[in-house]
């Protein structure tokens, strides 16, 4: 059975005779009597189309045949705003306030005023003076343009001491809702937000954006787990509730309860239009549980919606390369280095993949590039030193060993890789000086000199030295 939309067509030839009836009395030609509501509608309907002269000419004609009606003086003073006529429409305001006083809009159109003019505290005065004058919806929406107030006097906590109040006093109000939950993460006020929230719970515990809140402000204290069962029941309560599924997924990763994650996740995906972030956080979820085919097939998905975002072609490598499939890896940090040459991780680990593949020449080039990029950093140096020590260009290695340190300063890690050098050039002695000064330096880094080399530990001296300064400590 199809509907009856004939109102519409009632209601638009309706405006239309009001239309022509206005048009004849602008042009002083005979016309029916149009009562205040039929300006009403006319003085909108310009206002609408934008044409601002028209509009407010009617105002004028209106006000002229019903001088008090306060709500015509507040549709004149509203247009004269819009033309930044702020002087007119506050005598205009003032008018108003003499036939009426109760109608909301007279505060809401004077502090529109006052913000235009960049006056704040008189802005917030014309509010604050009128909020305990009114009860119910208008209340809240004098709270709620209050808060707006303070958001554009930059007067954050006030903004959120508004919100709470709007909801104490109106506790499903959804525009409050939604709003405090940005302002309990930007002021950081989350015990004050999970006492709000479990009070409005405790009177409607079917809020399911209560129960949001109270879930965001437990994950603002790292309380995790308290707000994972916050959105459950955020979920329960409304299963379509997609920022839920996403707020859930990141806790479950904060707990680096992956599976979970990635559930939550794809729930996520299957009620909300898909986004690079989904995905990535999936793949992410994939990775670190060691399933790099899975991770990379995420990883793709979110570049496929944002092909320009370099890091996803990054982390695409990062999983080929864990899996030691370095042709692969190469492939995708070329497109990386495409969109972000400026990058010294993707050249180092470009560079390391050239260097497993045994391409001398571009896996130097890359980790000079790093160096350049970021020469006071000492990875990249590191990286540059590990290049030319595997390729054998030792005396080289030595010489950058020097500029790293005049550079990036004297990092124990240059100490091993000097004594490597030394022991790989023959000067054992030499290299065990070096060495036993790591030692004595930062022991914990020992491996970076078996990284860099493994069949160092094959030098008898080198075990000897190190086993002995194991047994000193």
Not at 161 to 166: E, G, N, P, R, W
Request: a negative charge; charged letters at 30%; aromatic letters at 12%.
């Amino acid at each position: 059975m199809s509907k009856d939309f004939s109102f519409l067509n009632e209601d638009f030839d309706d405006l239309r005779d009001l239309l022509q009836q206005f048009e004849n009395l602008r042009a002083g030609k005979s016309h029916s009597f149009l009562d205040e509501d039929s300006f009403e509608q006319i003085i909108d309907y310009y206002d609408e189309q934008d044409e601002m002269p028209i509009a407010l000419q009617a105002a004028e004609i209106a006000i002229a045949q019903f001088p008090y009606s306060s709500t015509l003086l507040l549709k004149k003073a509203n247009l004269l705003i819009e033309t930044k006529k702020y002087k007119e429409a506050l005598n205009l305001l003032d008018k108003a306030a003499l036939l009426d006083r109760n109608d909301i809009n007279l505060y809401i159109l004077q502090t529109d005023v006052y913000l235009a003019l960049n006056q704040h505290q008189k802005a917030a005065d014309v509010l604050n003076e009128q909020i305990d004058q009114f009860e119910g919806e208008d209340k809240t929406e004098l709270l709620l343009e209050l808060a707006d107030v303070y958001d554009d006097w930059e007067e954050f906590e006030k903004v959120f001491d508004c919100l709470k109040m709007a909801l104490e006093h109106e506790p499903n109000n959804e525009e409050a809702l939604h709003k405090i939950c940005f302002w309990t993460e930007f002021t950081g006020r989350n015990e004050e937000s999970i006492r709000l929230h479990t009070q409005i719970i405790d009177e409607h515990p079917f809020n399911h954006l209560a129960w949001f809140n109270l879930g965001t402000a437990y994950q603002g204290l790292k309380l995790y787990e308290k707000a994972i069962d916050a959105y459950q029941y955020a979920v329960a309560i409304d299963e379509k509730f997609d920022y839920a599924y996403r707020n859930m997924g990141d806790a479950y990763i904060r707990l680096r309860k992956y599976a979970d994650a990635i559930e939550v996740l794809q729930k996520h995906l299957e009620i909300a239009k898909p986004e690079d972030v989904i995905y990535e956080a999936i793949g992410h979820c994939y990775e670190r549980q060691r399933k790099y085919t899975q991770a990379r097939y995420y990883y793709r998905k979110a570049s496929h919606l944002s092909p320009s975002d370099d890091k996803l072609y990054y982390k695409i490598a990062v999983a080929y390369m864990m899996e030691e499939n370095w042709e692969n890896a190469a492939k995708s940090l070329q497109s990386a280095l495409k969109i972000n040459k400026q990058s010294a991780e993707y050249n180092m680990s470009l560079g390391e993949c050239y260097l497993q593949l045994s391409q001398e020449k571009e896996a130097l080039q890359h980790f000079v590039n790093a160096v350049r990029i970021r020469p006071k950093s000492a990875q990249p140096w590191q990286e540059l030193v590990k290049g030319l020590y595997v390729f054998g260009f030792l005396e080289e290695a030595m010489e950058q060993l020097a500029a790293a340190e005049e550079k990036a300063g004297r990092k124990p890690v240059f100490q091993y890789y000097r004594a490597a050098i030394f022991i790989a050039m023959g000067k054992t002695k030499e290299g065990l000086l070096h060495l036993e000064t790591a030692l004595q330096q930062a022991p914990k880094i020992l491996k970076k000199l078996v990284e860099l080399d493994p069949a160092i530990l094959q030098h008898v001296s080198v075990v000897d030295l190190i086993a002995q300064y194991r047994r000193k400590r």
